[in-house]
């Protein structure tokens, strides 16, 4: 089965931190993708990857940014921490199509920015 | 830019009984893909159901299935037998391959809470 794993469940933050969100899959896929999920609003693409060292952006991408150095690993950074920047945020990877195309994801990672 | 648009922040049936989730979306494209995710409370979002636009025949996974209708842009869930296992969010996505064979990620409409009452 494939696995994507969110470093933290939970975390806490200040205004101005630095906050790094990881994420790692073990199924070899290109595609690694970051996502915001809030209330009434769905979920929405910050940033998109579909290789070591490439990124792309999604739909709201400012006040991120993220790294991928290593296929499996796909990060997250918030550069300062501010308090609209709380919810929860889903990483996920799928392979290129036109294999199903199908997005797996992780347990998703609840930020509170006080 | 493609939207996805779920009129139906939440529902409530009673278990056994059949529910249709609606979905439509806006686009121009030809070749694309849509789906349904399920999130159930707590737990990691994964997918119920797939459907290429170029197939015309209905995609059906056990006791969901979907009405998909191209020239309407609607993109329907239907689930037979409703279980308390059902209850969960459910968001529609669609899916556009972008020309380098990759893809640019899901647009995802805002979801329906679904509840299956005992």
């Known amino acids: 089965d494939v696995k994507v794993t969110q470093s933290s469940r939970y975390l806490v933050k200040r205004t101005g931190e630095k906050v790094f969100l990881e994420c790692v899959q073990d199924?070899?896929?290109?595609?690694m993708f970051w996502y915001r999920q809030d209330p009434g609003l769905g979920l929405r693409l910050i940033y998109f990857s579909y290789d070591v060292k490439m990124k792309e952006k999604g739909d709201i991408p400012e006040g991120y940014s993220v790294s991928r150095e290593k296929k499996e690993r796909f990060s997250l950074i918030l550069e300062s921490a501010s308090t609209n920047q709380t919810s929860m945020y889903l990483c996920?990877?799928?392979?290129?199509?036109?294999?199903?195309?199908?997005?797996?994801f992780g347990e998703g990672s609840r930020l509170t920015v006080l | 830019a493609q939207t996805v648009t779920q009129s139906q922040p939440e529902m409530s049936v009673q278990e056994a009984e059949t529910v249709t989730l609606s979905c439509t979306y806006d686009?121009?494209?030809?070749?694309?893909?849509l789906f349904w995710y399920k999130q159930p409370p707590s737990r990691q979002m994964i997918l119920v159901i797939r459907?290429?636009?170029?197939?015309?025949q209905n995609a059906t996974e056990n006791r969901f299935s979907v009405n998909f209708q191209k020239a309407a842009k609607s993109f329907s869930l239907k689930i037979s037998d409703s279980q308390l296992g059902d209850t969960a969010m459910y968001f529609c996505?669609?899916?556009?391959?972008?020309?380098?064979?990759?893809?640019?990620?899901?647009?995802f409409g805002k979801g329906t809470h679904l509840i299956i009452q005992p």
């Open positions: 459907q290429e636009a170029y197939k015309q």
């Open positions: 199924m070899d896929h290109e595609n």
């Open positions: 686009t121009s494209e030809n070749n694309y893909y």
């Open positions: 996505a669609f899916m556009k391959p972008n020309s380098g064979g990759g893809a640019d990620g899901l647009t």
């Open positions: 996920a990877s799928s392979l290129l199509p036109p294999n199903t195309g199908e997005l797996f």
